[in-house]
């Protein structure tokens, strides 16, 4: 057997995934190559573009792969540590509120909080926590068909009203999948929201990290990777997955090189990824024929700024419109930068731009975030193409394991099964699976 020392892998892909990969294996001393041809965000501005702060990202607690990943890193000290901060919502009347949270023991903490949740009509509140209770107790299971069935159609059997769900449960699938209710399966609705909801204070902790996850994570472990002799190809494409025996027998390039290796990774998205696999594998196995079916939308960033200072970080759940949530940051002490996020395509267009002029301020006042005399000095639009996977029913079924039927092939990537909905957690825990099953090999 070859001595891991001199075994070879080529990864497709410098995103997240594949430099998490990457950086597990070359620390057991693999020889490591990255085909890394960055997808450029798209995006206008309007304006001045906005002052050049630090962009932020939230994580859960129970997020442990990239905790542990970013402790790993060493990040600069000189970096502020990660800010906890609640969870609010904006109610129709466009009061805020925020989800409690009181320390008690697991059983005790879920069900006062819920209760103690204003934003909840009290039947509901009252109606929901009774269900739990005998779910604990073992009087009721959870139903088998849950993966069958969306989201909106699952909660209504529960009692929660379409005024509930427009209000607070939407919002939430949408900040944390990208999936409205009513496309979502309520499996994986039930997944995404559990962390947050039923499990320990600590598992639920929501932070902000005071920079960007590009940031946090892509220099150092590229920096990590380069010391360790990894060879980074910047701006290559691959065309072409080569096979021999059901075997990967090399990687073409478009500049005509060919490049081979003990193992292949692919950390592209599946529209990459599935114009390089041979016609046969499409035929053969049903692995490579799902990933077909996967579906993918589009994620619109609406960045802005103020100049007025911002006391603390906040989350805001907005139901009822557009934008799914803000996530209010400070990027100087006296100056406010304000995150909106959205799935809806139209505010990917630039012919809104005037008409975004006037909606983001009067939102901003509505929630009490912009001061009567301050204005915003600039729009930034990005468009992120494929970040949201589709998590309609049966979707589950289509998600891909990282080890393919292929012997020295694997896929990894934030839309691969992994348990998680695609974010960083998923693309980290991806990667570190990939990296797993060629180790153990």
């Avoid at 053969?284 to 700024?305: G, M």
Wanted: charged share 20%; hydrophobic share 40%; proline share 7%.
């Amino acid at each position: 057997m070859t001595a891991p020392h001199t075994q070879s892998v080529v990864i497709l892909g410098g995103g997240l995934a594949g430099l998490t990969a990457a950086y597990r294996l070359a620390n057991q001393n693999y020889r490591i190559t990255i085909v890394d041809r960055p997808t450029p965000l798209e995006g206008t501005s309007t304006g001045k573009p906005p002052h050049e702060g630090p962009e932020c990202f939230t994580i859960l607690g129970c997020h442990d792969n990239t905790r542990a990943l970013l402790q790993a890193l060493h990040v600069d000290p000189s970096q502020r540590a990660p800010i906890s901060i609640p969870l609010e919502f904006r109610l129709p009347d466009h009061s805020l509120i925020r989800y409690p949270r009181i320390k008690l023991p697991v059983s005790l903490h879920i069900g006062v909080n819920l209760l103690r949740f204003t934003g909840l009509p009290w039947n509901e509140r009252w109606q929901l926590v009774s269900w739990l209770e005998r779910l604990w107790e073992g009087n009721e299971l959870l139903p088998t068909d849950l993966e069958q069935r969306t989201a909106e159609e699952w909660l209504a059997t529960l009692g929660q009203t379409m005024r509930t769900c427009r209000t607070v449960w939407n919002p939430i699938a949408q900040w944390l999948t990208g999936n409205d209710l009513c496309t979502l399966s309520a499996d994986a609705f039930v997944n995404s929201v559990k962390p947050l909801f039923l499990k320990n204070l600590c598992d639920s902790r929501i932070s902000i990290m005071q920079n960007s996850l590009q940031t946090c994570l892509v220099p150092p472990i590229t920096q990590a990777l380069t010391k360790a002799g990894t060879t980074i190809l910047r701006n290559a494409e691959a065309i072409e997955l080569r096979y021999a025996r059901d075997r990967i027998a090399g990687v073409l390039l478009k500049d005509g090189s060919l490049l081979q290796a003990d193992w292949y990774i692919s950390a592209l998205s599946p529209q990459q990824l599935t114009p390089l696999i041979p016609e046969r594998w499409l035929t053969c196995y049903a692995y490579f024929q799902q990933l077909t079916l996967l579906e993918s939308s589009d994620r619109t960033i609406i960045l802005t700024e103020t100049e007025q200072p911002c006391a603390t970080p906040r989350l805001i759940l907005l139901g009822n419109t557009a934008f799914h949530s803000v996530l209010v940051t400070r990027s100087e002490p006296d100056r406010t930068s304000f995150s909106f996020t959205t799935a809806d395509n139209r505010f990917a267009q630039s012919q809104l731009s005037s008409e975004l002029e006037v909606l983001i301020p009067n939102l901003l006042r509505s929630l009490g975030l912009l001061r009567p005399e301050s204005t915003i000095t600039a729009i930034r639009r990005r468009t992120i193409p494929n970040a949201i996977l589709s998590l309609r029913p049966g979707a589950k079924f289509h998600r891909p394991i990282q080890r393919s039927p292929i012997t020295n092939f694997l896929v990894a990537g934030a839309w691969t099964d992994t348990g998680w909905p695609p974010n960083h957690e998923s693309a980290i825990v991806s990667g570190n699976c990939s990296a797993d099953a060629i180790l153990r090999r």
